[in-house]
């Protein structure tokens, strides 16, 4: 009869993703994989694979969270360039106390993302997702007459998904609120109609 697992896999993946997210994959040790999560070797290696294959599974799931979390904000009913400049002040606020990690997405991507074909795809999948919500968004606000309709609602969710990743890593560089707020303001006056 096999052993019932005494822990949750998903509380151990949630401790795994913050280890990693922290630290980074080169950083993370297998045996600080093991004191972040309690588990044994043996346990870890059972319920998750390898170390590459936690860190999949952890970056698989702060990406799933981060685009969920990003399209109910997007499309939360009230005006689309407010949803916009929300999702900025959050990300803005969020950087300001998750104590320099950035995003892990953009982490990464920057760590990894050439050098290994699963995270590059992983991270390429995170950015389109992002990029389409934003799309939209821009869509929705061009209908509301809120964003200037000669804009390409694609390049233009393109630009912003790569604004709202550029102040995950300003943040890192720069935590100042008010070089954030710049970064904010001038990136959100391009939707305005003239």
Request: charged residues 30%; hydrophobic residues 35%.
């Amino acid at each position: 009869m096999p052993r019932t697992k005494e822990f949750d896999p998903d509380a151990v993946l949630d401790r795994a993703m913050c280890q990693f997210w922290e630290e980074g994959y080169e950083r993370t040790s297998v045996q600080d994989l093991v004191e972040a999560t309690g588990l044994s070797r043996s346990s870890l290696y059972e319920t998750f694979g390898n170390k590459h294959e936690l860190y999949l599974a952890a970056l698989d799931r702060y990406r799933d969270r981060e685009t969920k979390q990003l399209v109910e904000r997007l499309e939360d009913g009230s005006s689309p360039l407010s949803c916009i400049r929300s999702v900025f002040e959050d990300a803005r606020s969020a950087c300001a106390g998750d104590d320099g990690r950035g995003c892990f997405v953009v982490n990464a991507t920057v760590e990894r993302a050439r050098c290994d074909e699963d995270i590059g795809r992983r991270t390429a999948a995170s950015l389109q997702g992002m990029e389409n919500a934003f799309a939209m968004a821009v869509r929705r606000g061009q209908t509301a007459d809120e964003v200037d309709a000669s804009l390409d609602p694609v390049a233009a969710g393109r630009f912003l998904a790569n604004a709202y990743r550029g102040i995950h890593v300003t943040s890192q560089l720069r935590p100042d609120r008010a070089v954030l707020d710049d970064v904010i303001d001038a990136t959100l006056s391009v939707l305005t109609p003239s």
